[in-house]
């Protein structure tokens, strides 16, 4: 059976998640804006880091629109409007479930 | 008794937020952070740690650079070092992070290579096994 954790803790694990999914709003926007500018380099870092930290706070579909994005650009590929499409939708869905309005 | 401190390093503010409160909540440890290899060295040369989490795609200084930069302090030859790393599952050959598997960073000289996502209570039990037995865990 897993341990039971303290309630305080896990209040204030939602809280930090929910900051987080506000911050992640502006991070989707810089990797578009990164993209749009043609900066492959810094959208690719920008995805990287996305990809790690949504996974981390506990949003793996944001955390894999953002790998697929990372991918792409690693591979040289051009980053079409549906992947760019996918990481906003996942965004949205983020902001979503804190209860914010994208 | 005074925890078991951690040198937390890892550009991402995001990221550096998640395992402070993590391994400061759930773990007890005590936890400093740095964004990147140079404020990370100011640190050790400050007070040593007991363990050092290091991120493992930082620019300027990568993690494995860094690890050589620690080691080349002499009160830091012997501190356990683990990597943290989300590009584990980039295992492709045509990939240019293809040289940061698992084994590769361990034989960088990491005591341990942490993914990420983790689970809180993983992180803080790979953290604690690294602590050395003189230390309070």
């Known amino acids: 059976m897993p341990e039971a954790r303290d309630p305080t803790l896990d209040a204030l694990l939602a809280a930090e998640r929910a900051e987080y999914a506000k911050r992640s709003e502006l991070r989707v926007a810089e990797i578009v804006t990164l993209l749009r500018a043609g900066d492959s380099s810094g959208a690719r870092r920008g995805a990287h880091k996305l990809s790690g930290s949504a996974g981390t706070y506990g949003y793996p579909w944001l955390s894999k629109a953002a790998r697929a994005i990372e991918t792409a650009l690693v591979r040289g590929e051009p980053v079409g409007q549906g992947l760019i499409d996918d990481l906003r939708s996942a965004g949205a869905a983020v902001l979503q479930s804190v209860g914010e309005t994208p | 008794m005074t925890p078991a401190t951690v040198l937390v390093v890892d550009d991402d503010e995001d990221i550096r937020r998640l395992i402070s409160f993590a391994l400061e909540r759930v773990g007890h440890f005590r936890v400093r952070l740095a964004a990147d290899a140079q404020q990370a060295l100011a640190l050790v040369q400050e007070e040593r740690p007991d363990v050092v989490l290091l991120d493992v795609s930082m620019p300027v200084a990568d ?3 860094t690890l050589s930069l620690m080691r080349a302090i002499p009160s830091m030859r012997d501190v356990p070092i683990a990597f943290l ?18 084994a ?6 990491a005591c341990d290579v942490i993914a990420k996502p983790f689970v809180f209570e993983e992180l803080c039990e790979r953290v604690r096994r690294l602590v050395p037995p003189t230390v309070v865990r």
């Open chain 2, 85 to 102: 790393t989300a590009g584990v599952e980039i295992s492709e050959s045509d990939s240019p992070n293809a040289h940061r598997s698992v």
């Open chain 2, 104 to 109: 590769a960073l361990l034989r960088a000289g």
């Open chain 2, 63 to 65: 993690g494995p650079q």
